[in-house]
């Protein structure tokens, strides 16, 4: 595997992730109106919108991380890196449901995770698809 353009990749994923959640809250927020379920710990900026944009750049590179780990360990690695991310994208669109808000809270911020999830997952396989055969 070529680590260089599985990490610049990684790079690109990241800013495209968080783009995309940036996106998401836009339309959820500012255009539907309806407030956005962020994590109570913004250790990353004072606005849901940089906490969810600066997670989706992170949950990226991990992503990228894992692959990488994955790889060099494991039979099949692409196999377990596509559950393992699946699952986590499920974890993260599902969390909100078990926060106090409202539904439409609860629905509007789980759609955003995962969009945010299936973007990270999808841009992640390409790339490795990519670092392989360099």
């Given at each position: 595997m070529n680590i260089?353009?599985?990490?610049?990749g990684a790079l690109a994923s990241a800013v495209v992730a968080a783009l995309v959640a940036i996106v998401g809250y836009m339309v959820v927020d500012r255009l539907l109106e309806i407030p956005v379920v962020t994590p109570a710990w913004n250790w990353v900026g004072n606005t849901p919108m940089t906490t969810i944009a600066?997670?989706?750049a992170a949950a990226a590179l991990i992503a990228a991380a894992l692959l990488q780990l994955l790889t060099w360990t494991t039979p099949q690695p692409q196999t377990f890196f596509n559950w393992i991310a699946t699952l986590a994208t499920a974890v993260a669109a599902l969390w909100p449901f078990a926060v106090?808000?409202?539904t439409e809270s609860r629905v509007g911020s789980g759609v955003i995770y995962l969009v945010v999830g299936l973007t990270i997952v999808s841009?992640?396989?390409?790339v490795a698809s990519s670092a392989r055969t360099s």
């Open positions: 260089v353009r599985l990490w610049t600066v997670h989706a106090d808000a409202t841009l992640t396989n390409g």
